[in-house]
């Protein structure tokens, strides 16, 4: 079945350093790829999503690209701050458009001044 | 709009007892979803509902589980007889079947002691 995998955290960075988040997928098809953002206490939220091969999401400085030759949605920042400190999550869409989301295990990112 | 509403937000009750969490998802939006998280494994969908249909529920872990949807407005997750493996945060979500995102809620941070 359809599987999303993350690079393994926790990822800790110093504040204007690059980030990037691994992540690879497993779908039959074309799915819709996504990355959630979770705060601490709050539920997830939609970061950026990307709907076809060659596909570019981006928001709040964030991108990923949907790579089907190498099936994967990287996630990536140029200069991360502080406030980027959150648990990052990968998703996929499966293209029977249930609307099932497959989420990855997510990656906690830390980034100190 | 005041988003994805969950109640309560923590809920500490004694092993055995029923738990009921409440959902009430966005206006207008058809599918619904709930998840459970945990540090061990991660998010985990129990059950989604397209236009108030029970669409999968094979995530559930046991019959102690059970879900409703009455209305467009309004689901419930409960939990009978609850056992101390069930705590966990409890996050419902909603959607437009044909859009790509999902909106959660806050969640509801459930201990079963």
């Known amino acids: 079945g359809d599987s999303v995998t993350q690079m393994e955290g926790p990822v800790t960075l110093s504040e204007e350093a690059f980030l990037t988040i691994n992540c690879t997928y497993t779908?039959?098809?074309?799915?819709?790829l996504f990355w959630y953002v979770q705060y601490p206490g709050e539920g997830l939220q939609l970061l950026l999503k990307a709907t076809k091969a060659d596909d570019k999401g981006s928001n709040k400085g964030f991108e990923a690209t949907y790579r089907k030759e190498t099936t994967s949605f990287h996630l990536e920042k140029g200069s991360v701050q502080v406030s980027d400190s959150a648990v990052y999550f990968c998703a996929l869409r499966g293209s029977s458009n249930t609307g099932k989301l497959i989420f990855g295990q997510g990656t906690t990112l830390q980034v100190k001044p | 709009d005041a988003g994805v509403i969950q109640s309560p937000r923590h809920e500490v009750t004694e092993m055995g007892q029923e738990v009921t969490l409440r959902c009430k998802p966005i206006s207008g939006h058809n599918s619904l979803f709930w998840y459970r998280q945990t540090m061990m494994r991660g998010l985990e969908l129990l059950i989604y509902?397209?236009?108030?249909?029970?669409?999968?529920d094979s995530g559930m872990p046991e019959d102690r589980f059970s879900a409703k949807m009455p209305n467009a407005s309004f689901s419930t997750l409960k939990i009978q007889p609850s056992e101390p493996r069930d705590s966990a945060v409890y996050f419902c979500a909603s959607s437009l079947q044909t859009d790509y995102g999902y909106t959660f809620g806050s969640g509801t941070r459930l201990t079963v002691v």
């Open positions: 509902f397209n236009n108030n249909v029970p669409i999968d």
């Open positions: 779908a039959t098809g074309y799915p819709s």
